[in-house]
């Protein structure tokens, strides 16, 4: 037998390193649409595999859907405000982010305020916010959280340079990362054996934890260091109050209070982007 020269072994060894990538670009991709399938209406190839392990592992990637979503709904807005007033074209497009998510993030947000504001006991909260009916308080909640949502915005869409298209990118990344990053330290609490949140609320790694925060944090690159700081100061401070609930009243979290997280985090980051417009420091942001 002849031995394989030394520039066939190089060969070999780089063709073995290229199907490694290949195969984990193909993981970390299946990981995505899994994300993409579970927090959005978006299809996904039918190829894509399933399995609760996987999908607790796609935690990681909830800042890009958010990312996608964001950079869906600045098109729509675009095409909109094309031919229709401002107003009309951010109700539109709020109407578009409803139907691309599901309302998944509002019906957390809902289920969270009639569960923690309808019962005093652990166990009661826990249980009102598995019935998929709608409270008071929820509805309450959810009606003030769509109203404020949409002034804000207009807000914003009223300003000469694209705020709002900005905004709206960072806003449904960067929320995402706020209310995915809960996972990591916190304990998932709902007992429900059918929680669709259940598969995805069981860990999540450092490595995880980076990723989702990255991703989350990337469009901060287009606004002035004094915005940045003030968006994260004001998120750290929510995040860690949020947290400190959460643990005083049902001792945990449920994937209603990861939605309810999000809805909350975004109303924050836009709230703390009108509230620089009148100091005019938003001129910082790249147009």
């Avoid at 978006?42 to 996987?54: G, R």
């Avoid at 309302?103 to 923690?116: Q, R, V």
């Avoid at 914003?156 to 709206?168: I, T, V």
Wanted: one cysteine or more; charged letters at 15%.
């Amino acid at each position: 037998m002849t031995k394989p020269a030394n520039g066939e072994i190089k060969v070999q060894v780089k063709e073995s390193q290229i199907e490694q990538l290949k195969a984990q670009a193909k993981t970390q991709l299946n990981l995505f649409y899994l994300a993409l399938s579970f927090f959005t209406r978006l299809p996904v190839p039918q190829s894509m595999i399933y399995s609760e392990a996987l999908l607790n592992k796609a935690n990681r990637y909830f800042s890009l859907v958010g990312l996608v979503t964001g950079l869906l709904l600045t098109l729509i807005y675009v095409v909109f405000s094309g031919f229709l007033p401002v107003n009309i074209a951010v109700l539109l497009t709020m109407g578009a982010s409803l139907l691309l998510t599901g309302a998944f993030h509002e019906d957390g947000l809902a289920d969270m305020a009639d569960g923690i504001g309808g019962a005093f006991a652990r166990e009661k909260r826990l249980s009102i916010m598995k019935d998929s009916r709608i409270g008071t308080y929820g509805a309450a909640a959810l009606v003030m959280a769509l109203l404020l949502k949409f002034t804000l915005l207009v807000e914003l869409a009223q300003q000469e340079s694209n705020h709002l298209l900005l905004a709206l990118i960072l806003a449904a990344s960067l929320s995402r990362a706020v209310a995915g990053s809960l996972i990591s330290s916190m304990p998932y609490v709902s007992d429900d054996e059918q929680s669709k949140s259940k598969p995805l609320a069981q860990a999540q790694s450092s490595t995880e934890l980076s990723i989702l925060l990255l991703i989350g944090i990337a469009p901060l690159i287009f606004y002035a260091s004094e915005v940045v700081f003030a968006l994260l100061l004001v998120l750290l401070i929510f995040r860690w109050l949020f947290k400190q609930w959460l643990m005083d009243k049902i001792g945990g979290f449920t994937g209603d209070c990861l939605g309810a997280a999000q809805q909350i985090s975004e109303l924050l980051i836009y709230l703390t982007l009108v509230s620089f417009i009148n100091k005019d420091i938003l001129s910082g942001v790249i147009t």
